[in-house]
């Protein structure tokens, strides 16, 4: 995100400075006009602004990862869908970790691995019958199979006692540990061949669901190698990198549309929570292609960005650790005042300001990126 909105902020200085697009109003008439807008929410509650929300089959909700401050804003949204209506609650992880997150969710018990549901999503859940539970997965590609290998270990083991025969079993489990001893790309590229040759050779012992599952696992685990090979030269190629970004969009949206289909099983909401880049309408982002070119999300989809505004010892003080305050959000923190959180939809402010607003980051084409801003104020991260 800090790279995204960096630049973001380079193209905004070097278009205003070619006279290309009006610069920004003073700030004082820019928060006149967020204040038309900006829905201040003293208590922490957005029921007040809750309806649009609900209403869509598909929700992303953005956020900076690792801000604490964000988990309350995000299970609230979490549990308002879920109150009205079945959700399954998609997070931004590792794909390998979605069978021990939807056990973990539905109550049931894995030998492999036990995933813990945040406290206020599990209460919920206690409540509920079956068909109403949170159903929690996972999305992404397997970054770990690069770093925390033992995490994806546990999910090629989860989805090898799925096999009928014990000889199949003792023959994978032999060698799925091996993934902890390869020390480069390329062992990893050796180590998943021949995996994929033990389960293709072996698939007819594994339910239909299963076999549809481990293909597109191989592939994945595949790709998610190919693309931390990309991810390791953004500082040398470039061209090299990008090609990498790519094939990790691709196979997030590959992600995204399973647990899409697990949300239509259950006749259910879907909700992603990603990082904020993910939750965006710009062309090469996941919420564009579900709200613009997936047929079955077209036009059904709503985008929230959890907007961090960080402050040192007084609230009221906004202080600017990643160098690019939007116009926006300084606007946003000076109206907000001693209130913890506030939210601006982005779609009618551009149309009540009568602005092309291509000088803030939230509108990067001139545009909304996306639906609304929970400007959410929190502590800043203590420098080391």
């Known amino acids: 995100m800090k790279i995204r909105h960096t630049a973001t902020a380079i193209v905004i200085l070097l278009t205003l400075a070619a006279g290309c697009v009006t610069p920004p109003p003073a700030q004082n008439e820019l928060t006149r006009l967020v204040g038309r807008d900006l829905v201040l929410l ?24 690792q801000i604490p401050e964000l988990y309350e804003a995000a299970y609230q949204i979490i549990l308002l869908v879920a109150a009205e209506r079945p959700l399954v609650y998609a997070k931004e992880m590792v794909y390998g970790m979605h069978p021990f997150l939807e056990d973990g969710s539905m109550g049931r018990a894995n030998p492999v691995y036990t995933y813990t549901l945040a406290q206020p999503l599990a209460q ?3 409540r509920q019958p079956p068909d109403r539970k949170i ?5 992404d590609v397997e ?14 083991q989860e989805l090898v006692r799925r096999s009928s025969s014990q000889d199949v079993r003792d023959a994978l489990e032999s060698h799925i540990p091996r993934l902890t001893d390869t020390k480069s790309f390329d062992e990893v590229d050796a180590y998943l061949r021949e995996l994929n040759n033990l389960f293709i050779s072996n698939l007819k012992t594994f339910s239909a669901a299963d076999q549809d599952e481990i293909r597109f696992s191989l592939d994945l685990l595949q790709a998610s190698n190919t693309y931390r090979r990309h ?4 500082w040398t190629d470039l061209r090299f990198f990008n090609q990498g970004v790519y094939l990790r969009y691709e196979y997030f949206k590959k992600t995204i549309v399973r647990a899409h289909e697990k949300a239509q099983q259950r006749n259910a909401a879907l909700l992603c929570h990603v990082g904020n880049g993910h939750a965006t309408y710009g062309s090469r982002w996941e919420a564009h292609y579900f709200a613009r070119k997936y047929p079955p999300t077209r036009g059904k989809v709503f985008a929230i960005q959890m907007i961090p505004l960080y402050y040192e010892e007084d609230p009221n003080i906004l202080s600017n650790p990643h160098k690019d305050v939007d116009p926006i959000a300084i606007a946003a923190h000076s109206l907000m005042a001693d209130c913890a959180w506030a939210w601006l939809p982005l779609q009618q402010f551009h149309k009540n300001a009568n602005v092309q607003p291509r ?15 929970l400007f959410i104020k929190t502590r800043a991260k203590q420098k080391k």
């Open 231 to 234: 991810n390791a030269t953004r």
């Open 124 to 126: 919920f859940n206690e």
């Open 42 to 65: 003293p208590d922490k509650s957005l029921d007040s602004v809750s309806a649009k929300i609900i209403q869509k089959d598909v929700i992303f909700l953005g956020e900076v990862h």
């Open 359 to 373: 000088w803030s980051g939230y509108f990067p084409s001139g545009k909304p990126e996306c639906d609304a801003l």
């Open 135 to 139: 159903l929690m997965t996972a999305l």
């Open 143 to 156: 970054h770990t199979i690069e770093h925390d290998k033992a995490s994806t270990v546990r999910f090629l």
